[in-house]
Every structure is written in C-alpha cells, then in structure tokens.
C-alpha cells in the first residue's frame, strides 16, 4: 500500500502586514483509499519553485509524524517580489528519490510515498492554487508521465495503488522482464506491427495506466472510458500526456451499466482491454464483467489485462462472473508495493482471454 501526499488545502499566496509574503498549505499522507494515513513518521522536503523553469525559491524541511492526520506548511518571509511570478509547491520525502526529479516507477525500487506538486499560483494566476495535484513519474530512462488528480475525495479523480502496479507491469512486458508470466500479452506488446494497437481502458479515473502504456509503446491507440465525472481531469491529463511516435490517446465516456454503442465494434478491432482497480464494488460487477464478455465476444482474439488490490471478500465474485462470462485466466502475476513499517501489499495482475492459448 503506496502512500499518497495530498493537499487539503491548496497552496495560497498571503501578503503579511509587515510587506512579505507567506504560502501556506494544509496536507495529509493517505492512502489511496483515504482510509488510513501514514502511521510512521517521515521527513519531507518541501520546495517553492518558479513555475516556468523550476527555479528554487525557498525549500525546507517539515515532518509528518506517525499518528497525525494533517501537516500545515507555512513559507515565510518570503520577499514581496514574487508575487509577480507563477509559482509552484513542490512536497516529497527527504530520502530515496529526492535527489531525482520524480517518483521512479520501478520494479526494484516503488517509493512508499507519492510525491505532489501543486497547480501554478501566483502572478496572473489566482493566490491560491487549483484545487489538483500533479504526480511526476519516471517510468523507465526515457518516459516521464505526468498525471493531474483533483485533491478532493472523488473516487474516479485519483489515482490508485492498482494503476501504480498496472504501470510497472506493462513496462516490465515492454522491455521483456517477464518473458515467463505474460508471454500472450507480453507477445501482443512486444510485436512487430505496422498498424496500431487498439487498447481501451475501463474505469480509467484519471488515466494514468493507458497514458503509460501510449506513453511508453509505438503504434498504440489508447481508448480511456470511464463515467462522465472524469472528463475535465482525463482531458488535462492526454493534453499534459506524451504519446510515443504513431501513439495516440482519447477519452470517451462509457457507463457498465449502458448498452455498449454500436461504434464501438464499427471500428478497428480492439487487441488489449485494460481495467485497474475496478472491482472494489461488488454491485458493480455484473455490468462490468457484461461489458468485458461483450468485447470479447466481438474481438475473440483480445487479452484483458485486470489489476485489483483485495480489499474485501465481495470481491470474490469478480472471478465467479469472469468464469460463467467464458473468459478464461490465462496468467496471474503479482506485484508487491511497499507498505509502512517495511511490510509489503500485493496486487494481482490477471490477463484473460476469450480463448486459452
Ligand atoms: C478505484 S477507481 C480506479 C481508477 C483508475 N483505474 C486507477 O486505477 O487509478 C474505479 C473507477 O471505476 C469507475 N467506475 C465505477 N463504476 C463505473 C461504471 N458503472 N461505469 C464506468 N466506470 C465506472 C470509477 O468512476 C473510477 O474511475
């Protein structure tokens, strides 16, 4: 279970009486749930830069003690002259990674926190911060996702721990570190193509896995789907997105509990449907796993790709109903993200497919 920072309150840009400046923020370290805050203390670096080039304005540290639920973040005295300029706060842990620019999305090396930074304020922007956070991941030496969520508590506007392993996996496939586990998908990602890869993505919140996976493969047209609710921060996200070459991203909203629209088989084939962290509902599954029977009914040839935390028993189901569905698991690996105190939480990865191969 990763670690998330997130404001619950913004930065805000205040001018003292005596002529400075202040910026303050309210945060919490949750998790992505919002069940739980981090119990162990942590020691944070926290950084006011330039929004344009990054520049270091002011940083100090802060720390989050075990047991409390928020940490207030006060700046100050800050000169009067840069309020004149877009600014941004930048809040992470001290150790591992804060030399690096983001967090690493490595196999070997998952942060336990996940670090934020704020939306610009400042200068012709408002005093006070959108209400978003932005995670800066490093998938691999060459691919940097960025990725908005909004602060409040919506289920569909962040980003679960689920989508931070689906992100790990399809890397690993990509660059052949599976070579055992996977080898359908694995087959499917790693396969000479001269037309794109059709991938549509479930549930997809705020983006993040079909943004990687456009972000890190070549010829890959990625499909994300998810209640309407989404649509102002997914767009953010593919607008803020870097698709790798003949790569490319849209959204559209798509409801389980709709019928499928009669477009959706009109086009190209669909080859890979992803689903991260979908199945915490119980009451949701039959229209989901409704929907994923009738890809495959349509695409015989796709794989599903299913990411899930296990959360509670209901969710058992999901497995029952993928069963009478017809479709058949065809691997499981498993990815271990940390969790406080040194222990470890396991995601299960299942690929499925309409037929065994
Ligand atoms: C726990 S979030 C996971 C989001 C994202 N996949 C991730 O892993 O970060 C579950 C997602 O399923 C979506 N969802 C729930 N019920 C849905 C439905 N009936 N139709 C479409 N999407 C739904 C939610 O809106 C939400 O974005």
Known sequence: MVYYIRFLKTPRLQKQKIGALTVSALICITTDLGDAFLAQDEDLLVTL????????????????????????????????????????????????????????LDQHEIPLIISGWSAAF??????????????RFSIN????????????????????????????YLQQLITGDQLQSNKALQRLLRSERNTPLHVIELGSGCGIVGIALASLLHQCSVLLTDLPEVKEIVTKNIAAARPARLSSLQYRPLDWEDKLPDDFFDGPSIDLVLVSDCTYNADSLPALVSVLGRLI???????????????????????????????????????????QHGKCEEIELYCYGGVER
Do not use: Y
């Open 49 to 104: 830069r330039l929004a344009s080039d990054g520049k270091i304005l002011c940083r100090g540290r802060l720390q989050w003690q075990g047991g409390k639920r928020e940490l207030p973040i006060s700046m100050r005295p800050l000169p009067v002259r840069l309020a004149e300029q877009p600014m941004i706060l930048e809040v992470k842990p001290c150790d591992s990674q804060s030399a690096g620019p983001d967090s690493l």
């Open 122 to 135: 400042g200068g012709p922007h408002s005093p006070v911060s959108e209400k978003l956070i932005e995670r």
């Open 141 to 168: 030496q060459t691919t940097r996702l960025s990725v908005w969520e909004e602060t409040g508590n919506s289920i569909a506007r962040h980003i679960w721990d689920a989508a931070i392993a689906s992100v790990i």
């Open 297 to 339: 009914k349509s695409f015989p040839g796709a794989l599903i790709l299913v990411a899930l935390k296990r959360r509670h028993e209901s969710e058992g189901v999901f497995f029952d109903l993928m069963q009478s569905a017809g479709l058949k698991t065809l691997s499981l690996h498993r990815i271990e993200l940390p969790s």
